[in-house]
């Protein structure tokens, strides 16, 4: 009996423990080769490993395009990436060579959601600086006057992309009392706005930029929202403004809003995402007391990880044998 051929599956990390033990314990049919380094892979061994490879399981860090594909050879018919954003790669590459592409969608709502409303209380409340404060000796006695920030009572909060995260941040930040919610995205989402319920509505961009107290970005790095927020937006933003962005370091065009940090245009900033990743100890955003940066953990509490690489090898596993994926990033 001819004996069925293997498949190869090329994983470029290694995963939360779990899923790196379900990889580890075998998989019927298939070899799987890793990267195992602690570091994202280098490209000239990504091209190398890719070769022959029937399934790939990548991440944000990895470049999909032409080129890997290329690399990677005909046989290839299925791209996992555990991540639900996937700018990283070439969708029209993937389609025209009948390439799968599955992501990891609905697992880290929750988390990216908390580090959002994280990254508004704290950016509001200067927490940057009272630590700093702390740590330098800067301590002096309480004051009245010192250190003061802003709260969400009362206010407006704009939110950029009620997609699933957006719904879930506009949930979160409403039990602090917020008076009002405006969001842009692609459309006005009347079953979102029923989600979130309360006084929330679809607002030109202008409107959002102008009227809210806080500004949340939710949505997906694309043609469209890339650097969506260059100077001229942070310019019509009010002076006291919190800013926060949890998506993609794209959708902010950076030295648009250096500038506005530099001139004092906005009251403070939060951020998870930056362009480059990781973002240069030297970079000017890290000067201002007044602007907060996360090392891009939106999704990193080790159950939403953990549910993601489990989705990404299902993903990798159902396109390895031609079937459809559970999450395909057109779903
Ligand atoms: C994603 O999955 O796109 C997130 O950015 C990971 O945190």
């Known amino acids: 009996m001819a004996s069925l051929q293997r498949q190869r599956l090329l994983v470029t990390r290694t995963l939360p423990q779990a899923s790196q033990a379900r990889l580890d314990k075998g998989l019927e049919g298939v070899d799987v080769v890793q990267w195992k380094e602690d570091c994202a892979i280098p490209r000239a061994e990504f091209l190398k490993m890719a070769k022959g490879a029937d399934g790939i399981l990548c991440l944000l860090t990895d470049k999909i395009d032409a080129e890997l594909l290329d690399a990677a050879g005909p046989q290839l018919k299925v791209v996992s990436t555990m991540s639900v954003g996937f700018d990283h790669v070439h969708v029209p590459e993937l389609t025209s060579r009948n390439v799968a592409l599955g992501i990891t969608p609905g697992v880290l709502t929750e988390a990216t959601a908390d580090t959002t409303v994280l990254l508004v209380l704290a950016s509001a409340r200067r927490l940057r600086e009272g630590m700093s404060a702390v740590i330098n000796g800067e301590w002096g006695t309480w004051s009245p006057t010192w250190l003061l920030g802003s709260q969400l009572t009362d206010k407006t909060v704009g939110i950029v992309g009620l997609g699933r995260i957006g719904v879930a941040v506009a949930k979160r930040l409403k039990v602090f009392g917020v008076q009002k919610f405006l969001y842009q995205g692609t459309r006005p989402k009347k079953e979102s706005e029923e989600e979130v319920g309360g006084?929330?509505?679809?607002?030109?961009?202008?409107?959002?930029?102008?009227?809210?107290?806080?500004?949340?970005?939710?949505?997906?790095?694309?043609?469209?929202?890339?650097?969506?927020?260059?100077?001229?937006?942070?310019?019509?933003?009010?002076?006291?403004?919190?800013?926060?962005?949890?998506?993609?370091?794209?959708?902010?065009?950076?030295?648009?809003?250096?500038?506005?940090?530099?001139?004092?245009?906005?009251?403070?900033?939060?951020?998870d995402v930056t362009v480059p990743e990781p973002l240069p100890k030297d970079s000017e955003l890290l000067s201002f007391p007044n602007c907060l940066v996360l090392p891009h953990i939106g999704s990193g509490t080790l159950e939403t990880r953990t549910a993601m690489s489990e989705i990404a090898i299902d993903n990798v596993l159902k396109g390895m044998k031609g079937e459809r994926l559970p999450f395909p990033h057109d779903a």
């Open 199 to 271: 006084a929330i509505e679809f607002a030109d961009m202008d409107r959002l930029l102008r009227e809210s107290d806080v500004i949340c970005v939710c949505c997906a790095l694309t043609d469209k929202t890339k650097n969506m927020f260059d100077y001229n937006a942070f310019s019509k933003m009010k002076k006291s403004v919190v800013f926060v962005n949890t998506a993609r370091g794209g959708i902010v065009e950076q030295d648009g809003l250096i500038r506005a940090l530099r001139e004092g245009k906005l009251g403070s900033v939060g951020l």
